[in-house]
């Protein structure tokens, strides 16, 4: 696929000269976070969706809020945006508000996402999912972690994926934020409520192409503000050699997600193998069928899912899925699910040796590699949730050793990489025959809960 058609489906601009680095560790997960907070001189922008108040979740809470004091102690004009989702209070379990009040004391600002105020929250209400923080318009880590000990204990972690970012593709993320962040404040002022969601929806669209909501003088844009070497600092050099495409998905802005218009052609321009990793499998049939032609054409399809044992939500999401999983196997898809308990006492017992390194305890990562080209690392489940009713965000990287490092990643994890990678093994294949049989056990429930579009 060239170059023109990825920007054009992901609605993006496709940067060169960039620095990636894959966090998968917890504890180097949140140490970067850190760092990054650290060395912080004039902004930082924080979007969380999930925020628990846990271990590491208030540990996190403590270091920033501390931070954004001692920066604004020290400059007055220092900046820190959060955007929340609504029901961050909810999943996080955070019913006084703890995460807002402390930021806000802090000197933060914090606004929300699609607040049940909005006249334009449709009947299945749009979530803010996408997970972001951005420095000083120079760094940036995007990918699937929340905040919360099971993102970033090293003890009894989950197993997520994201990446550290430097160079032009965070000026491109930094806008898609802003664009949020003015988007929310604006669909809060008191006079929006009463308008018809149709309007509001029509005027997001307009402003996230021309920066406008309607009725602005010629050239001034409630962007303007932002548009300055202080928010977007020239890009000293080349920090790596990297060419990335940030792809950045809002329901109110787009019927379907650009992401998953771009990754269905990916797949089908395949020539050799896809990776898809993912922890909720509710794909479109229109994806699925993408998949299954795939394999047709003999392209190797592997794809890691959660097991009915790690899934966070319980038996409903494992059954939503199992339809799902059932014909793609049937297909000739390569189904993998996730069990790193058993594997990993099993390797133990084996050579009596313990890996740092052993896999989380669920599969919450969400990337894929296309052939030996390119590999996407998102937020996005990939899946009818994150199609139609999330933001979303991840990037696109194009290189040969990028996706030759992600692709041994999976590599050990479903243990294709041989003995020395027992310990880090964390799945094993699904034989059709078992999923069919479950999926004819459980037939009424899995087709009642395919339509529950909710579901991760």
Request: proline residues 5%.
């Amino acid at each position: 696929m060239s170059i023109e058609e990825i920007q054009e489906l992901g609605h993006t601009v496709v940067t060169s000269g960039n620095a990636v680095r894959i966090l998968s560790d917890p504890g180097e997960a949140l140490e970067k976070r850190l760092e990054l907070l650290r060395r912080a001189r004039h902004h930082v922008f924080l979007s969380v969706p999930i925020w628990e108040l846990d271990g590491e979740g208030m540990r996190f809470l403590e270091a920033v809020t501390r931070i954004v004091r001692e920066k604004r102690e020290e400059n007055p004009g220092f900046l820190a945006f959060v955007e929340l989702d609504t029901v961050t209070f909810i999943v996080s379990r955070d019913w006084m508000g703890v995460v807002k009040r402390t930021l806000r004391k802090a000197g933060a600002r914090v606004r929300f996402f699609n607040p049940t105020t909005w006249v334009a929250a449709p009947l299945y209400a749009a979530r803010q999912h996408d997970k972001i923080l951005i420095v000083d318009g120079r760094w940036a880590i995007v990918g699937d972690r929340n905040v919360g000990s099971v993102y970033f204990s090293p003890e009894r972690h989950w197993f997520d994926v994201d990446v550290l970012l430097e160079g032009q593709a965070v000026h491109e993320l930094q806008m898609h934020f802003l664009k949020a962040w003015v988007l929310m404040g604006h669909w809060n002022l008191p006079h929006n409520a009463i308008r018809p969601q149709e309007a509001l929806y029509r005027q997001a669209r307009r402003f996230w192409r021309t920066g406008h909501f309607g009725k602005q003088r010629p050239g001034h844009s409630p962007l303007e503000k932002y548009l300055n070497d202080e928010f977007f600092p020239p890009v000293s050099g080349r920090p790596g050699d990297l060419d990335v495409a940030v792809l950045f998905d809002n329901p109110f802005v787009h019927d379907r997600a650009p992401t998953m218009d771009l990754l269905a052609r990916l797949v089908e321009g395949a020539e050799s193998e896809v990776d898809i990793v993912t922890p909720y499998p509710t794909f479109t049939r229109e994806f699925e069928r993408t998949l299954e032609e795939a394999v047709g054409r003999g392209v190797r399809v592997r794809l890691l899912v959660n097991s009915r044992e790690s899934v966070n939500h319980g038996e409903d999401t494992w059954l939503a899925s199992l339809g799902t999983l059932t014909r793609l196997s049937a297909a000739g898809v390569s189904v993998f699910t996730w069990n790193p308990g058993g594997f990993a006492e099993g390797a133990v017992r084996r050579v009596g040796c313990n890996d740092p390194g052993m896999p989380g305890v669920m599969l919450h990562a969400k990337f894929v590699r296309i052939d030996g080209r390119m590999a996407m690392i998102h937020s996005s489940n990939f899946n009818v949730r994150s199609t139609f009713y999330n933001t979303e965000a991840g990037v696109l990287v194009l290189g040969e050793g990028f996706a030759r490092g992600v692709a041994g990643m999976v590599d050990a994890l479903v243990g294709a990489g041989g003995p020395d990678l027992c310990i880090s093994r964390a799945a094993r294949r699904a034989r059709n025959g078992e999923l069919l049989e479950e999926f004819e056990t459980h037939r009424d429930e899995v087709g009642k809960l395919e339509t529950w579009s909710f579901l991760q």
